[in-house]
């Protein structure tokens, strides 16, 4: 066990989903019973739409959990930010020593912390991450998912192998939440951030109730937004893509004139119009799609960006403890 780790806080963003997030910490009150950490949950609830229906009176059955918290946001503003607020408020309440990302579907299974805990060692900060192992979903979820990293792989050249499911270093957290990449995607913003990362191989855990929300849709856009992440390095992949198509076009226009003027014996009727024209227009579609992939690139970089940190108050709506590990309820 890792000395320095004494105060863990567990960050769980929830949409409506409270009855699965009330066997969440029924499991998290036996995990911290395991670790003798002094471990506090913070639910991020992401403007849901059913009400709050945790039991407070069940709750302080919850003997091993220091307090869960219920960060109330004024709107939905979707799973990834959800944790980017959870991680500010983890930051800036000074509180704990460590925080894990995880789920309240139950697919990030609890038990799972004493393996990213162990795998953290003895270090003064660490960056562990849950390596996707078994996906219990559908063959068409499983295909788009694959689908997903290899075009990340593709355009990025980055490997993703991991989800939200973590434990990171209060100083790791730190330098996450001044990131503003934060926003769009959280293991990409940690696959950009070059933390040192150590991997533990965690299979999905059945879900507590109901269906997944991570739907093809879902992940479709879930997918977009971490490849947003490295949209820089994604335009020099493309510029250099650009460059050769360019310079392949060129040559072959230069090709065809040659064969048509000097080798004219050669040449069909029609061709050398027919095959200029078509490199033209490739030609075109190049230039035009370089320049307004620039121009979206740099534009961007003279808006100033949002720093978590920095915006995350703006949607918390309330904020109040739900349960003390001395029982006795409190609000703020």
């Known amino acids: 066990m890792n000395p320095r780790m004494q105060k863990l806080k567990i960050v769980v963003p929830v949409f409506n989903d409270w009855d699965s997030f009330g066997m969440l910490v029924r499991d998290l009150n ?16 992401d403007g849901s739409t059913m009400p ?8 302080t059955e919850f003997r091993h959990l220091d307090q869960i918290e219920l960060i109330q946001l004024a709107t939905n503003v979707g799973h990834q930010r959800a944790i ?4 500010c408020v983890a930051i800036e309440d000074n509180d704990c020593d460590a925080v894990v990302v995880m789920d309240a579907d139950g697919e990030d299974s609890p038990t799972a912390i004493k393996e990213l805990v162990q795998a953290a060692g003895n270090g003064g900060d660490y960056c562990v991450v849950a390596r996707r192992g078994k996906i219990g979903e559908d063959f068409i979820f ?3 998912y694959a689908m997903y990293k290899l075009f990340f792989r593709l355009l990025t050249g980055k490997e993703i192998l991991f989800g939200n499911f973590c434990l990171l270093s209060r100083s790791y957290v730190r330098r996450l ?20 990362i150590r991997m533990v191989t965690v299979d999905r855990a059945p879900r507590y109730a109901g269906r997944s929300k991570m739907g093809l849709t879902s992940l ?7 490849i947003s992440v490295y949209a820089d390095m994604i335009f020099v992949r493309f510029f250099f893509f650009s460059s050769v198509l360019f310079s ?24 050398a119009t027919t095959v200029t024209f078509g490199m033209s227009i490739l030609l075109v ?12 690139l740099f534009n961007g970089r003279l808006q100033m960006p949002a720093i978590p940190l920095e915006t995350y108050k703006a949607y918390i709506d309330h904020r109040y403890l739900l349960h003390l590990k001395d029982s006795q309820m409190q609000g703020n």
């Not at 036996?30 to 609830?45: Q, R, T």
């Not at 709050?52 to 709750?59: E, K, N, P, Q, R």
């Not at 940690?190 to 933390?195: F, G, N, P, V």
């Not at 479709?220 to 971490?226: A, D, I, K, N």
């Open 30 to 45: 036996g995990v911290a019973a395991e670790l003798g950490l002094k471990l506090s949950v913070s639910a991020v609830d």
């Open 248 to 271: 392949l076009s060129v040559v072959s226009i230069l090709l065809v004139l040659t064969l048509r003027i000097f080798f004219p014996a050669y040449a069909t009727p029609g061709w």
């Open 84 to 87: 980017a607020v959870g991680l």
């Open 177 to 196: 939440v001044n990131i503003p990449d934060l926003w769009n995607n959280v293991p990409a913003a940690i696959l950009r951030s070059r933390l040192p």
């Open 52 to 59: 709050v229906t945790v039991d407070c009176d069940a709750l």
């Open 285 to 296: 579609q190049i230039l035009s799609f370089t320049l307004s992939f620039i121009l979206v």
């Open 142 to 144: 499983k295909t788009a």
């Open 220 to 226: 479709v856009v879930h997918g977009f937004s971490g």
